[in-house]
């Protein structure tokens, strides 16, 4: 059985070391045919090699930013911040890192003249194809691209590297455009980007449209896509921080809302309830006002006397014989619209309910002195 497992042990070592070497085998294969295609169509390999070398070293930039960004401690100090003051260190947090790697110094430089070389072989590939005016135009437009861009580059970036002479004469030039050396700068820099943006346009409607793709991703991954990737991977604690407190604020706002409406609710409901309460009341009291005056009219108090006033007066009790026709027993008064006393009736006959008082048809229940009436 050892035998056995043995044997079948070497022969599956054997299958893979032979599927090692076939895959070998065929890389050089692939990379002798790229090679002799190259030898063959050296614009087009160059136009297609080029990109992969731009994407290439941005690649390895973002790569040895990242780190650098670690070892000189850009994580640990937004760590330290956070745990300092949240909130008022989160812009402290933000920064540009080792973005400028990627964009700035030697490498950008070196992807500039890589991505020129492109612009050039795309350039040259698309005269060799199309007729005699498209070729001048394109022709024109690169090399005023070029020159553009150079300058822009040089006055810009490199300004330390020219002499007194030199500064005073391209400042004396570009002081033209609008009268500010900086703006000649813009406009120079304008002038360069838009006969590149049309010189792309033609290359992109030709035969060279392949080219021009692959051109444009390597220049959008260099410029754009790693660096701004770059940003985000450096600032991510901040970036999380802010996610987190975004959160916190919206289930904030969401359950203060939630809170506002169920009190305007509680305190709509309880409104609601008031205004049904008072409604009951005046209702039961309009019922007790024209059962009183049904009861009047019928029953026991058909006989009931009925003094109706129409006066701005209070009514009180006080002893007899103060007004005409005042009986010496204690009596009920008001004030006339002369503001002289009146007799209205007798103690007795109000809490008795024999004589039933009303002023401005509603009916005086309660006299200072007096008991509410009986009927």
């Known amino acids: 059985m050892k035998q056995k497992d043995k044997k079948k042990s070497g022969k599956s070592d054997k299958k893979k070391r032979w599927f090692l070497f076939r895959q070998i085998k065929r890389n050089v294969a692939l990379v002798e045919d790229s090679i002799a295609g190259g ?15 731009i994407m290439g070293i941005s690649v390895v930039c973002f790569v040895v ?15 330290n911040a956070a745990r300092d ?28 003249i890589l991505f020129a070389l492109e612009m050039l072989v795309i350039t040259c590939s698309y005269i060799i194809t199309e007729n005699a005016v498209k070729k001048i135009i394109s022709a024109i437009l690169y090399i005023s691209s070029l020159v553009c861009f150079s300058v822009d580059a040089l006055l810009f970036k490199n300004s330390d590297s020219l002499t007194r002479k030199q500064e005073r004469l391209w400042t004396a030039i570009l002081s033209s455009f609008d009268g500010s050396h900086t703006n000649g700068i813009m406009y120079v820099f304008c002038i360069g980007a838009v006969t590149l943006i049309i010189l792309l346009v033609l290359t992109m409607f030709s035969k060279q449209k392949e080219k021009t793709k692959c051109a444009l991703v390597a220049a959008i991954m260099s410029y754009i896509i790693i660096p701004v990737f770059l940003m985000i991977v450096e600032n991510i604690i901040p970036l999380v921080l ?3 407190v975004t959160v916190i604020m919206v289930i904030l706002t969401r359950y203060g809302c939630k809170l506002m409406d169920e009190y305007s609710k509680v305190s709509n409901e309880r409104s609601k309830e008031r205004l049904k309460e008072r409604r009951e009341r005046r209702e039961s009291a309009k019922e007790r006002e024209e059962n009183a005056d049904k ?29 005409t026709n005042a009986p010496a027993a204690d009596c009920v008064y008001c004030y006339d619209n002369q503001h002289t006393i009146m007799f209205v009736c007798t103690v007795q006959q109000f809490e008795q309910g024999k004589v039933a008082v009303y002023n401005k048809k509603k009916r005086i229940t309660t006299v200072a002195g007096c008991k509410p009436p009986q009927r």
């Open 65 to 79: 930013a990242l780190i650098m960004f670690i070892v000189r401690g850009g994580y640990t100090y937004q760590i």
């Open 85 to 112: 003051d949240i909130f008022n260190n989160i812009r402290r947090m933000m920064t540009s890192g080792t973005v400028g790697i990627v964009l700035n110094g030697v490498i950008e430089s070196i992807i500039w």
């Open 39 to 53: 030898i063959e169509h050296p614009l087009e390999f160059v136009s297609f090699l080029l990109p992969l070398i």
């Open 295 to 323: 009861a009047g009219k019928t029953g026991s108090n058909q006989y009931q006397k009925k003094v109706n006033l129409e006066l701005n007066t209070n009514f009180w009790r006080s002893k007899g014989g103060q007004a």
């Open 242 to 244: 802010i996610l987190i």
